[in-house]
């Protein structure tokens, strides 16, 4: 007859010896990764507990139930055990976290000045706030411009004496620096259907003499509406109704003009102050825009308006030179 070679003492013994050793390491540990490390080392599917118990076909019948039972129990102690230490170790993380992240609220705290929107972009939100509550969505385009864009698709080729009065600054690539935005409303075109109805803002560049009423760079918005049907009365009633909810009640009046992408075209002048400003220049899309653009002008018709934004800021707030725009002097900005 065979003799085993383990006995359930033996084993027992075993079992009693991890666990002295696996609670003495396991209150010692100090971080979590450590924690779930040795939790593998104890209890995991090769683990010691598991070694021990891997030997269990070796005991006399009489001995597995109660070395089974002794096992469950040391099982049961252990995971107890790594979870009050696991809870032990995220207080402690979190109060140590706490303390690094204390705020003295008895400090005084430090001083930061408001900032103020600038009267441009003040001015342009009011603006464009006007023109979308009339039904006109925003667009933007690219400051840098081609030639095509800036002047060819606006009916303005390059022997046409408009260029002259928008005279502006080229790059070695051909491209140029956009004197408007009209640009947008032929990029818009392109790639819409009508009926359209956009606002574009934007900044500008001329090579222009700086004095107290022009600049180099300035901003300039424009408006487009095409669909069918639209006329000069319709222009009219689009930019009254604008003038009239930026400066009220005030005369105004239409001259006739000239611009080579509109026709027929005028400028616009309001009384303020007891005296005509000229505020704003619009007209009629030329059919050839329209055709430029892959629409019909037997079909369709539509208006624009241009005006630059340091105009209307130095209206709206009586400014004597549009310089003060640019030099970021605080004794100016801080009045708004």
């Known amino acids: 007859m065979t003799t085993s070679t383990l006995d359930g003492q033996q084993l027992q013994a075993q079992l009693q010896e991890l666990q002295a050793t696996a609670l003495k390491a396991i209150a010692e540990i100090e971080t979590l990764d450590t924690l779930e490390q040795q939790r593998i080392h104890y209890l995991g599917k090769k683990g010691e507990l598991s070694k021990i118990l891997g030997t269990m076909g070796k005991l006399p019948a009489g001995d597995r139930p109660t070395i089974g039972t002794l096992a469950n129990t040391l099982k049961e102690t252990l995971q107890t055990a790594l979870e009050q230490q696991r809870h032990k170790l995220q207080a402690a993380q979190i109060q140590a976290q706490l303390e690094a992240e204390t705020l003295d609220v008895t400090m005084p705290g430090y001083f930061r000045p408001q900032g103020h929107i600038h009267p441009l972009n003040s001015t342009m939100d009011r603006i464009l706030d006007i023109f979308v509550g009339l039904g006109y969505t925003v667009d933007d385009g690219p400051e840098m411009e081609t030639d095509y864009y800036n002047f060819e698709a606006l009916n303005t080729p390059a022997d046409h004496p408009a260029r002259d009065m928008q005279d502006t600054f080229y790059l070695p690539d051909g491209n140029l620096l956009r004197t408007h935005t009209s640009s947008v409303q032929i990029r818009h075109m392109e790639l819409n ?26 901003h300039q918005i424009e408006i487009l509406a095409i669909d069918q049907g639209l006329t000069f009365t319709d222009l009219k009633g689009t930019v009254k109704a604008f003038l009239a909810e930026l400066f009220g009640d005030v005369p105004i009046r239409f001259r006739a003009s000239y611009f080579p992408f509109t026709e027929p075209s005028a400028e616009v002048d309001v009384q303020w102050k007891g005296r005509w400003l000229e505020v704003l220049g619009c007209g009629m899309v030329d059919p050839q825009v329209l055709k430029n653009v892959g629409y019909d002008p037997d079909l369709y018709t539509g208006f624009a308006a241009g005006f630059g934004v340091e105009r209307f800021a130095m209206v709206l707030h009586q400014i004597d030179d549009i310089r003060r725009f640019y030099t970021s002097d605080l004794r100016f900005l801080n009045q708004f």
């Open 193 to 218: 259907d009508p009926p359209i109805r956009i606002v574009a803002p934007g900044r500008c560049y001329r090579r222009d003499n700086e004095d107290a009423t022009h600049a180099a760079v300035f």
